[in-house]
């Protein structure tokens, strides 16, 4: 479904991607890890098509989607949920979410409406839809992150670090909310540090380092090999023999 081959970002000469190449399949979800710095967010935003690639391309159903803006992307399935949430805090948490239905999903009047309302159903939000959404707890505002990202109807939902900052209980019923997303036949690609959220979910785990993929298989190949767990813990743990 989604192709990213020989993706590379450059700033100068700091090469931040460098050749990174992989495939998602349909219904499939993907985990990417990495320590910070390793050009993980970077390469959702390639993905996503708000930051332009300095060469490599992303295929999405086979179709070449360089020059088509994030919005354009969103538009035909690509939607990317941020790090740190970004509600329009002085709305209520259902004119946040019927406005990413609008503009981001392209419905209007009921149609609009019935997929605001979908999306806060299966967040578990509804109740709470009248309220502000600066009023949210951080927990809320992730929840609203996803509700958000819902209405625009993905096919292919990219999650930044969604985990961050959650109580053990908290990311526990995300990791439900996002199993439940993707039993529906959305893909994904989520990039996180909380480990054991993401391998609960993943089919497949990625590894970036210094901006390069340095291991690629399931989520046990990936975290039990050499590649992975030196640039996690370094040289000289590996040589302690660090698991």
């Known amino acids: 479904m989604l192709e990213a081959r020989a993706l590379t970002k450059r ?30 967010t970077t390469l959702l935003k390639m993905l996503a098509g708000s930051t332009a690639p300095s060469a490599g391309q992303v295929l999405y159903d086979g179709r070449d989607m360089s020059g088509l803006t994030e ?6 399935g690509i939607v990317r949920t941020s790090q740190v949430p970004q509600p329009f805090e002085q709305i209520s948490v259902w004119e946040n979410v019927l406005t990413a239905a609008y ?15 979908t999306a806060l159903k299966r967040t578990g939000l509804l109740e709470r839809h009248e309220e502000m959404a600066g009023a949210l707890s ?8 996803l509700s958000r990202a819902l209405a625009c109807e993905p096919k292919v939902l990219l999650l930044d670090e969604i985990a961050g900052g959650l109580t053990d209980f908290e990311v526990h019923d995300l990791v439900v909310l996002i199993q439940d997303i993707r039993t529906s036949g959305v ?12 391998v609960a979910v993943v089919d497949r785990l990625i590894a970036l380092d210094f901006g390069q993929l340095i291991a690629e298989g399931t989520p046990d190949e990936v975290m039990e090999g ?12 590996i040589l302690e023999g660090v698991r």
């Not at 919005?71 to 035909?76: F, I, L, S, V, W």
């Open 103 to 117: 503009h981001g999903g392209g419905h209007h009047g009921d149609a609009a409406e019935e997929v605001a309302y």
């Open 187 to 198: 893909s994904i690609i989520w990039i996180e540090h909380v480990v054991h959220a993401l």
């Open 11 to 40: 700033y100068g000469a700091l090469t931040v991607n460098d050749a990174v190449s992989f495939s998602l399949a349909a219904g499939e979800a993907l985990g990417v890890l990495g320590p910070n710095g390793a050009g993980k």
């Open 226 to 237: 050499e590649a992975f767990k030196r640039a996690y813990f370094g040289e000289d743990a």
């Open 138 to 145: 951080l927990m809320g505002r992730k929840r609203l992150e």
């Open 71 to 76: 919005p354009a992307r969103c538009r035909q």
